[in-house]
């Protein structure tokens, strides 16, 4: 079975420009996370989202919105980027709300 | 403070050391307890899960949780060099958030 997979796997924005990265889940899985990993540090909860409403956010700007779509996968928009935005983006899926989440490769932004 | 520590090392071993990593915390509402593997460049794999205290072994790992002292651990019997990685923990509350806290990762030098 596939796992998370996420597009696109590299990409080069300028600052004040848009990004939207997509997730599509695990089979069977409802629940969608988003994390942001700065280099040398670990994950830092963005969003999760459950059967498509959002059921969590963490401490990010409103700059950073996502949303779910009805067969589960997912995307992040990111308005106004800056230089501080460049990071490993991460998505994460579980069955249900709470379970377990397993990582997809991760979506690279570099924001120039 | 961090609600969650971690050394970020490295840490360099022999081939088939024992490897103990640690992590301590302090939330003591935490209850979900997980390390993940990360090798450079690549997604966060779920390696062990633990709820509440107590040992969990699978393979050559064991993860150990000691919730009177707020301290995880994750030992690796017989290393390898496939196993040098960046070892992240991760841990959240039983309820009312769907938010896992890392910690910054611990890199991993097995030397052959």
């Known amino acids: 079975d596939a796992g998370v997979t996420q597009s696109p796997t590299h990409l080069i924005k300028t600052r004040g420009q848009h990004v939207t990265l997509r997730c599509s889940p695990i089979s069977g899985h409802k629940s969608v996370s988003w994390y942001q990993q700065v280099l040398g540090q670990g994950p830092q909860f963005i969003f999760q989202?459950?059967?498509?409403?959002?059921?969590g956010r963490g401490n990010f700007p409103d700059r950073f919105s996502a949303r779910q779509f009805p067969n589960y996968s997912s995307e992040l928009n990111v308005n106004a980027l800056l230089l501080g935005d460049s990071a490993l983006y991460l998505c994460a899926s579980s069955r249900q709300g709470e379970d377990t989440i397993y990582f997809g490769e991760g979506s690279w932004l570099t924001v120039v | 403070q961090k609600e969650v520590e971690q050394d970020p090392g490295p840490l360099s071993v022999p081939e088939g050391a024992i490897v103990s990593l640690n992590c301590t915390y302090s939330?003591?509402?935490?209850?979900?307890f997980m390390w993940y593997r990360q090798y450079s460049r690549k997604g966060p794999e779920l390696l062990m899960y633990t709820y509440s205290s107590g040992n969990k072994e699978d393979g050559r790992f064991t993860a150990q949780v000691d919730k009177s002292s707020k301290y995880i651990s994750l030992f690796i019997r017989d290393s390898q060099p496939s196993d040098s990685a960046t070892y992240l923990c991760?841990?959240?509350?039983?309820?009312?958030?769907?938010?896992?806290?890392f910690g910054t990762g611990t890199r991993l030098k097995v030397l052959a």
């Open positions: 991760a841990m959240r509350r039983t309820s009312g958030t769907y938010k896992y806290i």
């Open positions: 939330n003591s509402a935490f209850q979900y």
């Open positions: 989202y459950y059967e498509k409403e959002e059921r």
